[in-house]
């Protein structure tokens, strides 16, 4: 079996000390050993010892969210071990065909909210906080060329379920003089990588950068979920490629932008998704007037890597863990860098603005407030 070795390595590394339990959002959740890093290492080590037998249905998955690796005494690499046992043993649960007509099932019911008003009699579910638009493309924003063209990767959220942050950058970027284009260049595919279907992956990323232009000066993602799988597929598949990449956050500290207008967003919390770079929060500090900090406020969204999709059960549980004990009585937005971290957040706001007080409380991608 071709990369045996790598993997045997990287599970002996694991002292099988249950650390990883107190931070793996997945155990915390199920209480269920075989949902953490040490459970999932005791099954691949058992499969590649020939200790357990190899099923198809044995479940190996997991939020991606790599907790257990930056708490790991034994610096494991989970997200790296996954993927790859499950590509050596044909594991891979994703089907791209099934993957995309539950996208299309879920961003009609979105629609269909949208069109119908539906929104006003469901006002605590899932699809009618997703289908909130209000952001427009201001089309009174005269464009001044910078000779700066950027491709804007938009992904599933924006192009299905809501464009409010598609619009709000094209907004930005227009008012400071960029050429801002977008390709329809389809859903990112993280969870095809994570799952091991390595080939699909690669292909899928060879089609999207067919469709760019060389001489384009960046590619901008808003969400760290997509921006991470742009960068698996360079470091892991390709390296000849030039393209410069950069996440929103990126973007607004590199280039001094004049912002759109004062939003009126007052006491606004970031919540950090799994994916995103460890720098982000002190960026925000000095971009954002009225972010605070809130305690306990760390905890997984539930819903890394389309989990939600997958588990759904298990991943609302997650969702709802992670607003348990926090006090967010004063908070009346939650920005976010990752579109998935945003419908997992929806999902734990549900049981807590029926507990609290706290109706309005909106959750939006960073790039809105600016
Ligand atoms: S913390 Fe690391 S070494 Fe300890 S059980 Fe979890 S994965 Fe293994
Ligand atoms: S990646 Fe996250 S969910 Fe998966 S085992 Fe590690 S901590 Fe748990």
Redesign the pocket.
Known sequence: MKNKQKIIDEVN????????FSVCPLYQATKDETK???GF?NIIYGILTGKIRLKKNIDLICLNCNK?KT????D?N?NKVLPLFKYNYKLSNFNPFIFKIKLYVFSFIIKLYKIFNLKKYFKNSLFAQLSVNDIKIDKSIKYISKNKKIIFFEGCFNRFINSDSKNAILNLLSKNGYEVIIPNLGCCNINSYFEGDFNYFKKSWEKKLKKISKDVDYILFDCDTCFQSFNLYINEFENKCNLKCLTFIQFIEKYNLEFCQNKNYENIVYHKPCKANENNYNILKSKVENLKYVDNFEKCCGFGSLYGIIRGRTSKQISENKFKDVEINSINTIITSCNLCRIGLFQGLIVKKKNTNNENIKVINVSEIF
């Not at 590394?13 to 990883?20: W, Y």
């Not at 708490?71 to 034994?74: Q, V």
């Open positions: 590394k694991c002292s099988r000390c249950a650390l990883c953490s890093a040490k290492f257990c708490f790991c005494p034994s494991i989970f």
